[in-house]
DNA sequence: TTGCTTGCAAATGATTTGCACTGCT
DNA sequence: AGCAGTGCAAATCATTTGCAAGCAA
């Protein structure tokens, strides 16, 4: 997808949630296309410097909110922000338990149905609707090994 | 496995960690024992009143450093608590997107192990080495439906 | 003008820690 | 005696929020 759509998507779905598309929302909305893996809230503001921290966690309150940004939790430390599956692509995540690096990961298609039907067979035994699934694969990454 | 049988595992196992079985580790493991769920702390507090909050997350920091217990986080608020799968069985997550509540489940062994297999190869694609892996099932429970 | 957004500084709240005391070993 | 564990209260730190100023509709 190309920068203009992605900005064009986001901005029809940020109206849908009857919010406005400002310049602080874009810019954060540009870092988070521009990384290639989730971004903490630091790594957001040291790359583009312009940012207020407190305004960077109200934009990504919102675009959490519209669902056009996921907000990963992995400890006690800081949060990742990625731009949602919608925006990209349906994705899992690798998790280093040595540095807390997070890098995207996507699956061969035939592996998530599999996972899928098996997913909505164990929630419907226990009385849920299950709506998404979400797979952190912890391991060591190559510099940590 | 027995309430006797779990001690003197957790027993054995914190020996090795050279840490102390105390009366306060081996309640905190007694309301997890209990439990069909994972805990927050205030739930693990009010399950019993004897244990002081600082204590208790002690206690907590230590077993799961000793890879006795496991540390759910899921959001902002209260992390959830659990004994480690050695001492139970590898399950994973139905999270309720509502209320917050979490909920075991297990999956078949066969699709178990065809995750597996892709796990470690989307892994190694990217360089890191996999050792485990936590699956969310978010959806709304009966509850919350 | 009316209301949403922003940035600063201050508040919040789950978790951690300093310290003095208790209890094993 | 010496060291680990405990409980209270205070500290920490990611995140949220109050408020005054800026900006858009």
Redesign the interface.
Known sequence: MSADDLHHSVGARLREAEQQYTANRRAVVAVLAAARTPLTLPEILRADRSLAQSSAYRSLAVLVDAGVVHRL????DYAHYELAEQLTQHH?H?V??GCGTV?D????TR?ES??DR??EQ??S??????????????????EC?
Do not use: E, Y
């Open positions: 939790v992995h400890g006690n899992h690798l280093c338990d890098v990961v996507t699956l061969p592996v599999a996972m098996s997913f164990a929630a035994r226990h009385g849920f609707t299950a709506s998404r699934h979400s797979i952190d694969i912890h391991g060591l990454c190559t090994r």
